[in-house]
T-cell receptor, first 114, second 111 residues
């Protein structure tokens, strides 16, 4: 069990560019979550998957954001036409859908939009 | 809509002191409550999870309590150490499993 991994760890992009982040959950976990954290704030929920189905999306997830989990394993989060307000830490977490449902977080991807 | 508040926002204590961090939530219909630690620029490390049917959980020097009826949880840290310096976040899980976080308590333990 290697834990939740995220790639890249840091991304600097210019406004208007598209970016894609990847998350690999703990292998046996069937739920995968994306959160966004800005400086000095707690993480905010964006979306989550159970297996390959996207079950909930936050209002924070504008139409410039899209997330996929095509085979129920890894997930990608894409931001199109980035804006400076998208600068944040993007966190991925995974859990089981039964039992205590404890969520385990990855190290995050720090996005800076210049 | 669930709202989670953490008090204080920041805390500085000398090494060896016992301390309590507070978390309150507005909707008592929670599935569980988790406490996390976050070091600067890093991801979150899960410390303790309390299920809605439980009153407390302990791990080493950490003890977390939950009072659903009053919408409160506390994290007690015994014999604090400089290595405990970090931001501590509590998060409530409602239906649909998403976590609602507080803004955290930034703890500094001084020598």
């Amino acid at each position: 069990d290697t834990g939740v991994s995220q790639d890249p760890r840091h991304k600097i992009t210019k406004r208007g560019q598209n970016v894609t982040f990847r998350c690999d959950p703990i292998s046996e976990h069937n739920r995968l979550y994306w959160y966004r954290q800005t400086l000095g704030q707690g993480p905010e929920f964006l979306t989550y998957f159970q297996n390959e189905a996207q079950l909930e999306k936050s209002r924070l997830l504008s139409d410039r954001f899209s997330a996929e989990r095509p085979k129920g394993s890894f997930s990608t989060l894409e931001i199109q036409r980035t804006e400076q307000g998208d600068s944040a830490m993007y966190l991925c977490a995974s859990s089981l859908s039964w039992g205590q449902g404890e969520q385990y977080f990855g190290p995050g991807t720090r996005l800076t939009v210049t | 809509k669930q709202e989670v508040t953490q008090i204080p926002a920041a805390l500085s204590v000398p090494e060896g002191e016992n301390l309590v961090l507070n978390c309150s939530f507005t909707d008592s219909a929670i599935y569980n409550l988790q406490w996390f630690r976050q070091d600067p620029g890093k991801g979150l490390t899960s410390l303790l999870l309390i299920q809605s049917s439980q009153r407390e959980q302990t791990s080493g020097r950490l003890n977390a309590s939950l009072d659903k009826s009053s919408g409160r949880s506390t994290l007690y840290i015994a014999a604090s150490q400089p290595g405990d310096s970090a931001t501590y976040l509590c998060a409530a899980t409602g239906t649909a499993s998403k976590l609602t976080f507080g803004t955290g308590t930034r703890l500094q333990v001084t020598l």
